[in-house]
Nanobody
């Protein structure tokens, strides 16, 4: 059973930084595409950043140059370094993992990020 547990959210001021982490339990994550999504109140969930099994990264235009996604294969952990946070970044952030073989995807419970202006 795959489980994803996010941590690192909180309340910060505009311009501050936060680092989100997603601890994955199970096996085979090196072959997974993993990503961070976010959902603000009244809005649809959107992709923030994604990293493939080949370590190819994709970012939403709104976070390019400010956020960095990375993965620690030894610890089965996904990170999202968020710099120069803006009030528009306020949302619940979710960790996602997609099995490259079965295409089944998994979600964490989410962690709240609130940026005050």
């Amino acid at each position: 059973q795959v489980q994803l547990v996010e941590s690192g959210g909180g309340l910060v001021q505009a311009g501050d930084s936060l680092r989100l982490s997603c601890a994955a339990s199970g096996s085979g994550f090196s072959a997974f595409t993993m990503g961070w999504y976010r959902q603000a109140p009244g809005k649809q969930r959107e992709l923030v950043a994604r990293i493939t099994s080949a370590d190819t990264t994709t970012y939403a235009d709104s976070v390019k140059g400010r956020f960095t996604i990375s993965r620690d294969r030894l610890k089965n952990t996904l990170h999202l370094q968020m710099n120069s946070l803006q009030s528009e970044d306020t949302a619940v952030y979710y960790c996602n993992a997609v099995d490259g073989l079965t295409t089944k995807d998994y979600w964490g419970q989410g962690t709240q990020v609130t940026v005050s202006s």
